[in-house]
């Protein structure tokens, strides 16, 4: 005998019964806890170009999301189409300065918490990914926001090489930030960052931009070619400098660009045959989006452009190489094979194709100058976590810094933190300690 619902039984139901039913149902959906509770900490790594953003104890950031994106969303996006920066070396010295980062920073975290994260923000504390080269100016106004328009209970303000090294399991290393705006070289012995042996440099992502569009001004051409057309058969014509615009610019360098293994001896601003013929890259056609047209990138320029990081036109700066030399003379004896052997790379930039290498090979010539014959025994000793253990592979480098937010906030730790009740405007910074 087969078994049937007893649909007449739910018509016995009376309708008080099932409204209760149904509100009852419905008060235990709403009351149910959220996915990351109030214990739950909001991991921000606020650089210059991006924001990363997300919850701690997840292995990766939940969005990554660029200023000029923001700013779109205002239709406020440049109309010539550069990049949006929030800050850069010369931001004190620029009229108005403060008042254009706050209004950005505000627009960016209000879209953070009420778009991307759906999250309360007085009910979340916040892990900041600081970088040792951020304005003091742009700590304080990051704070400000948060506490006075967001009303964040706690901010803890940690440095992102610390952060990057504790993903590795170990506790002392060498960590190199080449970032947009420059490269920094810090130490770290027993997860303590020795600020006295920093080094940096304005070689890095903005350095290899500048370098490319003058390459690409100067080399590339045009062919004004249709989509369904063969691009041989068209002549070619010079690049103008308004088409070289710096969105073009960042897409051909995520994309096209590599660093040479061995680089070249020099170099020097005028580049021309000799290095077409000695450069077995191929030459690159990319299509201009929205234009009628493709641009012809010549292989040695795909290869050469980021040798500026290395070998530097102006000879006072210092390449990566040297940085990173300089940084081990001076710390102390003991620490120095150590550190040496434990090379961390971080950072946008450091992603490129064939940048350990080019490193590792730059260091190698380095270390044999007079100037380091001190510490030049290290040469045998010279090693990258990438080689010397899978722990360097496991995280993307451009993210590095924040899953060790990421982890911090997992396990619950806090640095330097800041209360809203306890804020007078100040924030912790390692060039003003705060008693």
Partial sequence: ??????????????????????????SHLLQRPPTFGTEDRIVLDIGSLYIKVGFGGEPRPRHIISFREFLHQDRQTPSDQQLVELYNQDLMRENNAMERVEF?????????????????????????????????????????????????????????????LLTTGKMTGLV????HLETIVLPISFAI????????TPLAGRAVASRLKELLKNHASIIDASSHSSISVY???????????SELIQDIQLQCLFVSPTGADGMTEDIGDSDNKNSHANDVYYRLKGKDGILVIPGWVREHAAEIL?????EELCSIGECVLDAVLKVPRDLRRELISSILLIGGSSMMAGFQTRLHNNLVGKIKLAKYSKICGLLPSINFFDISSKSGQVFPRNSRAWVGGSLVGALQLSGQAVNREQFDGSVPDWTRPML
């Fill in 1 to 26: 005998m087969t078994s049937t619902f007893p649909y007449s039984s739910l018509s016995r139901l009376g309708t008080a019964s099932l409204r209760s039913a149904t509100t009852a149902s419905l």
């Fill in 235 to 245: 002549p070619h014509r010079q690049v103008l400098d308004s088409s070289l615009t």
């Fill in 193 to 200: 960052p020795l600020s006295n042996a920093l080094k940096t």
């Fill in 176 to 179: 190199i930030d080449c970032g």
């Fill in 104 to 164: 950005m920073l505000g627009g960016a975290l209000q879209d953070v918490y009420f778009r991307y994260l759906l999250a309360d923000p007085s009910q979340h504390k916040v892990i900041i990914c600081e970088s040792p080269m951020i304005p003091i100016k742009v700590k304080e106004i990051i704070a400000s926001i948060l506490f006075h328009r967001f009303h964040i209970p706690t901010i803890s303000f940690l440095p992102n090489h610390l952060l990057a």
């Fill in 310 to 314: 290395f070998s530097p036109i102006d």
